[in-house]
């Protein structure tokens, strides 16, 4: 079960979200017990907005210093900094560039690694109603010694069958795919990743029921 919250300000934006996960079957996490959470709060600053200048150029609309604070159960915190750009590309509702410095804090402190994040939506009529495409890439592109470098591609596809329906708008059904090399920052073919863990690779589809209020 996902809680999430965006919102516009005259300052930037905000996207905060919590996962909270039950496992089915008789698993247990690091804490020994059956379920846990993950979440993560990412204020933007708009540039733009701040100084009242137009700092629009070419396919840039604006200009940010984007944010995100990564928490969970045992020990997980990270931290993110780091320069974002606003995209206009036909056709999509909206593109986020967002480039960030991440440090991983607890257990697993260690260096600086660059991380790159493109968020994106995009929606196509059909009949009566829309089809939305959305969804985020965290691409950490280097290492450290306690952080390996990873790729994880989230996207959703959801039809809004409220409006198809007549009972309003934004209640979706659809799929998510979730892609995520190198899992957690572990190197699948390490020691820990291929011989603990069988492997830290991850190709996972959900179905997906959202409802917007």
């Known amino acids: 079960v996902t809680f999430e919250h965006a919102s516009g300000w005259s300052f930037g934006d905000l996207f905060i979200f919590v996962d909270g996960i039950k496992y089915n079957t008789e698993a247990t996490n690091g804490a020994g017990d059956g379920h846990t959470f993950y979440g993560e709060i990412s204020p933007r600053l708009s540039l733009?907005?701040?100084?009242?200048a137009d700092l629009s150029f070419g396919p840039v609309k604006d200009v940010l210093l984007a944010a995100t604070y990564e928490?969970?159960?045992d020990d997980v915190d990270s931290y993110l900094l780091g320069p974002a750009v606003d995209l206009n590309i036909p056709g999509f509702d909206y593109f986020q560039l967002n480039t960030y410095l991440r440090t991983t804090d607890g257990r697993r402190d260690g260096d600086n690694v660059w991380q790159i994040t493109p968020v994106w939506s995009y929606t196509i009529p059909v009949g009566d109603s829309d089809l939305?495409?959305?969804?985020?890439?965290?691409?950490?592109?280097?290492?450290?010694?306690?952080?390996?470098a990873n790729l994880h591609f989230n996207p959703q596809i959801k039809y809004d069958l409220a409006k198809a329906m007549g009972w309003g708008k934004r209640f979706y059904v659809?799929?998510?795919y979730d892609y995520w090399s190198d899992k957690y920052g572990i190197d699948h073919d390490s020691y820990l990743g291929d011989e603990i863990l069988?492997?830290?690779?991850?190709?996972?589809?959900?179905?997906?029921?959202?409802?917007?209020?």
């Not at 733009?48 to 009242?52: E, F, L, P, V, W």
């Not at 495409?133 to 280097?142: S, Y």
């Not at 830290?200 to 959202?210: E, G, P, R, W």
């Open 174 to 176: 659809g799929v998510e």
């Open 198 to 213: 069988g492997g830290t690779d991850q190709s996972a589809i959900s179905l997906l029921l959202k409802g917007h209020f």
């Open 48 to 52: 733009g907005k701040i100084s009242g």
């Open 132 to 148: 939305v495409i959305d969804g985020f890439m965290d691409w950490v592109v280097d290492n450290d010694d306690s952080y390996h």
């Open 71 to 73: 928490f969970g159960e």
